[in-house]
């Protein structure tokens, strides 16, 4: 299994990022994938979770109206569209999901947002 996050950065409050993860190794649309992040001296927090179709998506009261996560089974590719994206956003970016008994996870892209 491997998960590599992409599209982090430096945003002004009120922009927007997209964030991207590649995914290999496992039957990519079998799985329901989401989005962690984690920021300075606090826990790993749920942000989104995608089911195995895309048909259902789950959003931390935090994100909701502002994220919007989707995937492509196609490409194995997960997506986070943050818009409005405010200080508190900043944050290291993790895809993830579980499969053979464990939780994996990517190596994280970091999430700036400050003027």
């Known amino acids: 299994v491997q998960l590599v996050e992409s599209g982090g950065g430096l945003v002004q409050p009120g922009g927007f990022l997209r964030l991207s993860c590649a995914a290999s190794?496992?039957?990519?649309?079998?799985?329901?994938m989401s989005w962690y992040r984690q920021a300075p001296g606090k826990e790993r927090e749920l942000v989104a979770t995608?089911?195995?179709?895309?048909?259902?998506?789950n959003y931390a009261d935090s994100v909701k109206g502002r994220f919007t996560a989707s995937r492509d089974n196609a490409k194995n590719t997960v997506y986070l569209l943050m818009n409005s994206l405010k200080p508190e956003d900043t944050a290291v970016y993790y895809c993830?999901?579980?499969?053979?008994?464990?939780?994996?996870w990517g190596q994280g892209t970091q999430v700036t947002v400050s003027s």
């Open positions: 993830s999901l579980i499969t053979l008994g464990r939780r994996h």
């Open positions: 995608i089911v195995s179709d895309g048909a259902r998506i």
């Open positions: 190794g496992f039957n990519f649309g079998w799985y329901d």
